[in-house]
């Protein structure tokens, strides 16, 4: 038997579940199940890797989809691809090869 934990960043938001056969806990992580299964299993992210569960007033509750797009919408910008960045800098060249003749 094991104890089951989890983990939270600043805003509460749950970032970690695991279990003390593999993991010791830190002060600040919460103990959620005592003597439970060996493994902690409930599912944390979505299908774009975004935490699902927050403590709210010690418990966990789950994440609105407000949250969760307002969070997804805040998101920096993916990089370019490399094929993007062939096609600026070629364009980059030939502007410059244009401006020079």
Same mark, same amino acid.
């Given at each position: 038997?094991?104890?089951?934990?989890?983990? %939270? /960043? @600043?805003? =509460?938001?749950?970032?970690?579940?695991?279990?003390?056969?593999?993991?010791?806990?830190?002060?600040?992580?919460? !103990?959620?199940?005592?003597?439970?299964?060996?493994?902690?299993?409930?599912?944390? %992210? /979505? @299908?774009? =890797?975004?935490?699902?569960?927050?403590?709210?007033?010690?418990?966990?509750?789950?994440?609105?989809?407000?949250? !969760?797009?307002?969070e997804w919408a805040a998101r920096p910008p993916d990089p370019p691809s490399m094929e993007e960045r062939q096609i600026a800098?070629?364009?980059?060249?030939?502007?410059?090869?244009?401006?020079?003749?």
């Amino acid at each position: 038997m094991a104890n089951h934990y989890e983990r %939270t /960043n @600043e805003a =509460g938001v749950i970032i970690l579940g695991f279990s003390d056969a593999f993991v010791q806990p830190l002060e600040t992580d919460i !103990l959620v199940a005592e003597d439970a299964e060996r493994h902690y299993n409930p599912v944390l %992210t /979505n @299908e774009r =890797g975004q935490f699902l569960y927050h403590r709210m007033y010690g418990q966990r509750a789950e994440r609105t989809q407000e949250e !969760l797009d307002a969070e997804w919408a805040a998101r920096p910008p993916d990089p370019p691809s490399m094929e993007e960045r062939q096609i600026a800098a070629e364009q980059a060249i030939l502007a410059i090869m244009e401006a020079l003749s």
